[in-house]
């Protein structure tokens, strides 16, 4: 299958196809005249690598968990679970410095909006010296 069929069937965009080869998300094949080649399993391989991504997971963590796939879907080995929850563990902490952060904008914006100083009102970040 050659990348514009691949594409196509797909939904993906061709500089996103060879972005992944790039990350070693994917691999082609070239022909005599150069042109990329992919194998069969290539549409199933892209739709694992975009529920991945839309899981949050980064390029870096996906090409270390594609080969721990079984199966045509995205059915994990077992001893891949200690790595995904430390994704997991990840996404919730930067949830929770997004969540100060926006109480922290939030409280300035309220004490701007009021006139009054915001200085106290807000509390520092974590690791932030005030």
Same mark, same amino acid.
């Given at each position: 299958m050659?990348?514009?069929?691949?594409?196509?069937?797909?939904?993906?965009s061709?500089?996103?196809?060879?972005?992944?080869?790039?990350?070693?998300l994917?691999?082609?094949?070239?022909?005599?005249?150069?042109?990329? &080649?992919?194998a069969? *399993? /290539?549409p199933?391989?892209v739709?694992? $690598?975009?529920?991945?991504?839309?899981? =949050?997971l980064?390029?870096r963590?996906?090409?270390?968990?594609?080969p721990?796939?079984?199966?045509p879907?995205v059915?994990?080995?077992?001893?891949?679970?200690?790595h995904?929850?430390?994704?997991?563990?990840?996404?919730?902490?930067?949830i &929770?410095?997004l969540q *100060? /952060?926006?109480?922290?904008?939030?409280g $300035?914006?309220?004490?701007?909006?009021r =006139?009054?100083s915001a200085?106290?009102?807000?509390?520092?970040?974590?690791?932030v010296?005030?």
């Amino acid at each position: 299958m050659k990348i514009g069929e691949l594409a196509r069937e797909t939904g993906v965009s061709v500089r996103l196809l060879r972005y992944y080869e790039e990350q070693e998300l994917l691999t082609s094949e070239r022909t005599s005249g150069g042109h990329r &080649t992919y194998a069969a *399993d /290539a549409p199933a391989m892209v739709g694992r $690598i975009r529920v991945l991504l839309a899981a =949050g997971l980064t390029s870096r963590a996906i090409r270390d968990l594609l080969p721990c796939i079984e199966g045509p879907g995205v059915d994990f080995d077992p001893c891949v679970i200690g790595h995904l929850r430390n994704e997991l563990d990840g996404i919730d902490a930067r949830i &929770t410095g997004l969540q *100060d /952060a926006r109480s922290s904008l939030a409280g $300035i914006l309220a004490a701007t909006e009021r =006139g009054t100083s915001a200085v106290g009102s807000v509390a520092a970040p974590v690791g932030v010296a005030g």
